[in-house]
């Protein structure tokens, strides 16, 4: 099989400039989704609760969402899950309040603490994913925060998108959106899962017609380069959209970078006449993750 391939080269040629104390290291990378972006304060304290393993923080007010991408070894991940979720319950967050359910925009989610993915990224593999997944899990179901696995994670390695579709992730304009049956009264359910580094590319797209931007997306997916792709209605500033989002799981491949996929994109809306307005990476590339970690840590 191909997967992997280009993120493998990648490693192996940087394993070279290691160091011996380096290769002894055993460190993963999290992209965790908490439904937050507009209350600074709130962001700031969260940023926070991550210190020292914070790589990057994209807060996005627009979508009141913010991604905090995280390095560490299994027990600096599960830490660093529990402060966030003990906060987000002694601040009595709620995912459903009225301010998340006006009419601004929102990014789609079933809870505060919504996704959390684990990736191997130094001297770890899928499997030592897996089982951090499983103890971030176990750690929140603890608490009465329910979870659902995807990935390795799952017994049946269903896919995120599978696993979401059993909830109401892509409902829109809910009374209940945010919330499953099953779900933390305040903090709904949070997902969780083990899979090789995803790249999460998003473009805003100036039209509402969402029919004829889905009939683009067979043409925009890539399954040799990794390009995953979905369409949904959505708002930005205001107004009605379609968001085009892309999950990027080979983004060494020519075909599965960002600019790449972006101009192909622009190509593809000439005939509908609109065109991407607004562009983003909501987490930094693998290998930024990588020497971060390891200049971080005094490891070259």
Not at 8 to 14: A, D, H, T, V
Not at 243 to 252: G, S
């Amino acid at each position: 099989s191909s997967r992997g391939v280009y993120k493998l080269s990648y490693y192996n040629e940087y394993k070279s400039y290691l160091s011996v104390e380096a290769m002894a290291h055993r460190l993963f990378a999290c992209c965790l989704n908490i439904q937050e972006g507009r209350l600074a304060s709130r962001v700031s304290d969260l940023v926070t609760l991550c210190l020292p393993h914070l790589v990057k923080v994209f807060s996005d007010e627009v979508y009141n969402r913010s991604n905090l991408t995280l390095y560490g070894s299994e027990a600096d991940l599960v830490t660093v899950v529990d402060r966030l979720s003990s906060y987000l319950l002694e601040e009595k967050c709620d995912v459903n309040s009225a301010d998340r359910m006006s009419d601004q925009a929102m990014h789609h989610h079933i809870g505060m603490l919504d996704l959390i993915p684990v990736h191997p990224l130094l001297n770890t593999t899928l499997e030592d994913s897996r089982r951090v997944a499983v103890a971030i899990s176990d750690m929140l179901r603890r608490k009465d925060i329910p979870t659902l696995l995807y990935g390795a994670a799952h017994p049946e390695s269903l896919s995120l998108v599978q696993v979401r579709k059993g909830t109401d992730f892509y409902d829109r304009g809910q009374e209940e959106h945010g919330r499953t049956a099953s779900g933390h009264p305040r903090l709904g359910t949070s997902v969780v899962g083990a899979t090789h580094y995803v790249l999460s590319f998003n473009m805003v797209i100036n039209t509402s017609d969402l029919g004829a931007v889905r009939e683009l997306v067979p043409g925009i997916r890539d399954r040799e380069a990794g390009v995953q792709v979905m369409a949904y209605s959505n708002r930005y500033q205001g107004s009605p959209v379609v968001e085009v989002a892309c999950n990027l799981t080979q983004w060494q491949h020519p075909r599965g970078s960002p600019s790449f996929v972006l101009e192909k994109v622009q190509r593809e809306l000439l005939g509908l006449g609109c065109q991407v307005v607004h562009s983003y990476s909501t987490n930094p590339p693998f290998n930024d993750i990588l020497d971060f970690a390891t200049t971080h840590n005094k490891l070259l």
